[in-house]
Structures are given as structure tokens and as C-alpha cells.
């Protein structure tokens, strides 16, 4: 059975409800028409050139991604800026496009539990914004340090003993850098997010937690092989005939 645009974007409130998005945020469907036909459906992290040709390549009619586009409100649509030429070349490609934001964050589950998943945490529970909470297999932050990086396939900065004994890691993929606090409450020996300055960092470590800034992207990534797999099991389930891809073509390191 064929689907629309319109039906998909019921698929993706099925799995990250847009009621759970932030007041601020920017969901739903942001380009294209609710009534166009979908056969190809590609999922990414971020909608960039890259990814919207791409889409054109594997004849994708449809883009579901995490960060939404029109973010900051923008003016115009003048092609004299990267952002501006990007939301030109999506108009003229006749895709359309669905952003799952804060509530794919909020989701259960969601993108803190893939996080929780890719770093092998054991015992996940939730705790307040989004923020995932579970066991590491490692026993000191040094090593754990190590199998974060190796796991996220990135850098990251580690701020605290390495030689610390550690029970219970908070995870909260993305900007968390106001939320060490919850973490620490909690019980949490170390606070993995995204994005963290370095002085809020060394307050979080004088205050008894272990930070680790693993990167914007890398720390929500995991999450969007889960968004394509849960989208694609959800249009079987209703026999949509489509066919759900996760971007091959997004750099981030």
C-alpha cells in the first residue's frame, strides 16, 4: 500500500510523540506536502547539501532527520548564504522533509538510550530531561574514557581522575551542559554529554562528578540507526510499500 508524507509524519509521531518537543523547538513537517507520495524515506542527523543530494541520488521522496531546519527564524530565503542556498536546493527538489528534535530526545525510547545502548550501560533509568542514568562495565573513569571514545567513534575531553572508582553514568546526548547538576543529585559518578564549556566542566569535577564532552553529533548519532529501523518496522506493520535509508553521506568528525 502506498503512503504520504502526511502518513509518515503519523509513523514518526509514533515513535518520538511531537508533544513531548520543547516549546522553543522546531518539529513536525517543515518542508513539502502533507499529500505528495513516499516510496524512499532517508533519515539523517542533520539536513546539509551532502545529505539533500543524497536524498536526489537514491530517489527519496521524503527526509526524516533530528535537527530541524528554520531554526532561528530565519528572514529570506536569498541564496547568498549556506543555509539559504540549502533551503533553496530543498524547494526545488520537491522533498520534503520531517524534523523529530526534542521530542525524538525525550522519546522512550529515544536518543539517550541509544546513547545508554552504545556505551554498553547496564541498568538504564530515566531521570529528568531526557537524561539516561545506568551502570558502566568499566570500574574506573580512565577506562571508561577510553571505551566512550572507541564506542563514539570521535574525541572526546575527560575532566577528572582517571584512577576514580565509578558505579553509575549519567548520559544526555547533544547541549547538556546545564544538567550536570541532575546528574550528580542522582547518583551519577559521571556525566557524559555533547557539549560542556570548560569552566562548567571543572565546577561539575570540584563538585565530586567526572565529565566527559563527547561532541554534539557523536553523542546523538547512535540514535538516528534506531529512528530508521523504528520507522521502517512501523510502515511494515501498517504494509506501507516504502523503503526507510539512513544517511551514508553525513561527516561530522
Known sequence: MSATVAQVLELVNGIAPFELAEPWDNVGLLAGRPDAAVERVLCALDLRMNVLEE????????????????????????????EGRLLCALARSGIAMIAAHTNFDNASPGVNDALAAALGLGDVQPLDSGMRIGTPKQTDFGSFCAAARQALGGPARCYG?????????????????DYAEIARQAGADVYLTGEMAYHKALDAVDNGLCIVEAGHAA??????SNLARGLQ?????????????????????
Open 55 to 82: 536524498a536526489v541520488r537514491k530517489g527519496a521522496q521524503l527526509i526524516v532527520t533530528h535537527h530541524p531546519i528554520l531554526f532561528r527564524g530565519r528572514k529570506n530565503l536569498c541564496e547568498t548564504d549556506a
Open 161 to 177: 581522575d582517571p584512577c576514580r572508582a565509578i558505579r553509575r553514568v549519567a548520559v544526555l546526548g547533544g547541549a547538556g551542559e
Open 219 to 224: 553523542t546523538e548519532y547512535p540514535a538516528i
Open 233 to 253: 518496522m512501523a510502515a511494515d506493520a501498517v504494509q506501507y510499500d516504502i523503503c526507510v535509508l539512513q544517511s551514508e553521506a553525513e561527516m561530522f568528525f
